[in-house]
């Protein structure tokens, strides 16, 4: 399989090309041993339209919850003085997850011939991001594999937490949208037709919303599977154009311009970044090496490209909150400032936390804000639909009722 990669050298420097390997697990060690910092590894065969490793890689995936407990439980092994293998062992052996489980095992065979831990984790870079990895790496280097390793439980626990947030302010928006579609489809497909001929027989004038949703009643009752493949077809074609590079490329775009949504979503980005970028810095790697790593923990494209053009901007000597200041569409004011304090007193990490804990909170008190806004706001939109919807079954028996 002939793979196509972007890796920087120790020195910074970009290289690009193309590597043969029997997976990306293997092209991956090949590079790491050449001592590359691996930024991406893309097959360059086409894709077919349906990919059955999709499906695999949903039923093997790790959760980010039980990646998060995998690291806590290793953090908490290595700060009682155990060493690698044998905590590995121990995790090994209480991992209820399959799948982290057989991941386990083959890392501690992994390090038992000879490999580094980012050497294995390397081999499952769907459990293990680019972050996850090579703060690991750093660590190996800088010989601080515990704090490294308790930083990164910090940060999934992090993450681990807004996801959850998130989930929770979505949840009941979602049940009631579609509570609100099931009763909509039965009222029009079952009742208004079934009382339409009353009103032909009196002669009753219907209104022309009803007429409307009992020609969609209609239309639903007599070609309703077609109705959802059709939704079905267009909600997977849709999804796969959002997982290429210009469909994310144009989803994030949308995001970030949406009203209240993107001002969270801004926060919610310099907060990762601030805080992968501080832990980095604090295990010894380069401030170019770190905004590369960053791009990646971010979760942006938008936000990725905009971090790709920071690095180049410092390695060509150009300060990082100079940078910074040139996109303050992304990057707050406030955080360029921040910077160029922590890069004239030497405090760069320092202040790079400070940024994250204030984002945070930020991005805290707007999700609750949002949750607490959600439900009124939806309440009041669903009960106008649905005093509509009776309403054009009410008129006609109100003009019914007028006519006797």
Do not use: C
């Not at 805290?364 to 009776?390: C, H, K, R, S, Y």
């Amino acid at each position: 399989m002939k793979l196509h990669y972007k890796a920087r050298t120790k020195d910074g420097e970009l290289q690009v090309g193309s590597i043969e390997a029997s997976t990306k697990e293997t092209a991956a060690s090949i590079l790491s041993s050449h001592n590359l910092f691996l930024l991406s590894l893309d097959s360059e065969e086409k894709k077919d339209w349906f990919d059955l490793s999709r499906l695999t890689d949903i039923f093997n995936r790790v959760s980010a919850k039980d990646l998060m407990i995998f690291t806590r439980q290793l953090a908490t092994l290595l700060s009682a003085k155990i060493p690698l293998a044998e905590a590995l062992r121990t995790l090994e052996r209480q991992t209820r997850q399959a799948n982290l489980r057989n991941t386990a095992f083959q890392i501690i065979a992994d390090v038992d011939a000879g490999l580094s831990l980012s050497q294995s984790l390397e081999k499952y870079p769907n459990i293990f991001s680019p972050f996850y990895i090579n703060l690991v790496r750093s660590a190996e280097i800088t010989g601080r594999m515990e704090e490294a390793i308790s930083y990164l439980a910090d940060y999934l626990e992090k993450e681990v937490i807004l996801t959850s947030k998130i989930r929770s302010a979505l949840i009941y928006p979602i049940v009631v949208i579609v509570l609100f579609f099931v009763v909509v489809s039965v009222m029009a497909t079952l009742v208004l037709p079934n009382i339409e001929p009353i009103f032909e027989e009196s002669n009753v004038p219907i209104p022309a919303f009803t007429k409307v949703v009992l020609v969609v009643g209609k239309f639903l009752a007599s070609w309703w599977w077609a109705v959802i493949a059709l939704l079905i077809v267009t909600f997977v074609m849709i999804v796969d154009y959002f997982r290429t590079p210009e469909g994310r490329a144009i989803f994030d775009e949308l995001a970030l311009r949406t009203p209240l949504f993107g001002t969270l979503l801004k926060q919610l980005y310099v907060a990762r970044f601030a805080e992968s970028s501080a832990i980095l810095i604090k295990g010894g790697i380069p401030i170019s090496q770190t905004l590369d790593v960053a791009s990646v923990t971010v979760g942006s494209v938008i936000y990725h490209d905009l971090l790709s053009g920071v690095a180049e901007d410092v390695r060509r000597g150009e300060l990082l909150s100079a940078s910074l200041n040139k996109n303050e569409k992304y990057f707050p004011p406030l955080v360029s400032q921040m910077v160029a304090i922590g890069e004239s007193t030497g405090r760069l990490e320092e202040l790079l936390e400070r940024i994250s804990a204030f984002y945070t909170r930020e991005v805290d008190t707007l999700m609750n804000n949002l949750v607490e806004l959600i439900q009124p706001a939806l309440m009041l939109v669903i009960g106008v639909l649905v005093g509509t919807l009776f309403a054009s079954i009410l008129m006609p028996i109100y003009n019914l009722v007028k006519t006797l």
